[in-house]
Structure formats: C-alpha cells, structure tokens
C-alpha cells in the first residue's frame, strides 16, 4: 500500500476551495484509490490518497492533474504544477485480499 501526497500550485485563490472539494468527489467514482482526502489552504491544493499499485505517485499524480484541468474550467493547463510530495510505503491493507476455498 502506498500514501500519496500530492500538491498543486497555481490555482488562482477564488476557485480553490470550490476545486478541492469537486477533486475529492471527483475521486469517489475511483475506489482504488482510499482515504482520499483534498483541501485547499488558501495557496495550493493538497491531495492525498492510498492504493495499491503506485509506487511512485506518477499515475495518481497525472488523474489528479486531469481533475485539476476539469474542475477549474476556463483556466487552462498552464496553471497548475502539480509535484508529487511524499510517497510512504505502507503495509498491505489485508482486507482487500480475497479467500478462495480449494
């Protein structure tokens, strides 16, 4: 299991706290990814979130770019540099495996 932390700057100040909270519902149609969590804190959008197979923040980092781009219309790519900020290596999460019986 892997944490990742995400962050995205230039996000001008009045759409950011609309963008995270549109990012974070965004995310729930993507169970994979768990304990998602997005906030605004008046600078930069910070992201976080757990899964199994990114072990190195890349693929969440490009999904959490994208949502950036759809819910902060009219603004434009150009905007956002999203980093890739920690990335913990974390225990398997045991209740996701599945018990078959032979």
Do not use: Y
């Amino acid at each position: 299991m892997f944490r990742i932390v995400l962050t995205c700057d230039g996000v001008p100040k009045n759409l950011g706290a609309q963008a995270a909270s549109d990012i974070a519902a965004e995310f729930t149609h993507r169970p994979w990814h768990m304990n998602v969590e997005c906030h605004w804190d008046g600078q930069r959008i910070t992201f976080r979130a757990d899964n199994e197979f990114d072990s190195s923040g890349e693929a969440l980092a490009d999904k959490f770019s994208d949502a950036v781009v759809a819910c902060t219309p009219n603004v434009g790519v150009s905007i956002a540099k999203v980093s890739v900020v920690k990335l913990d290596d974390m225990p398997p999460n045991k209740s996701l495996e599945r018990t078959r019986d032979r």
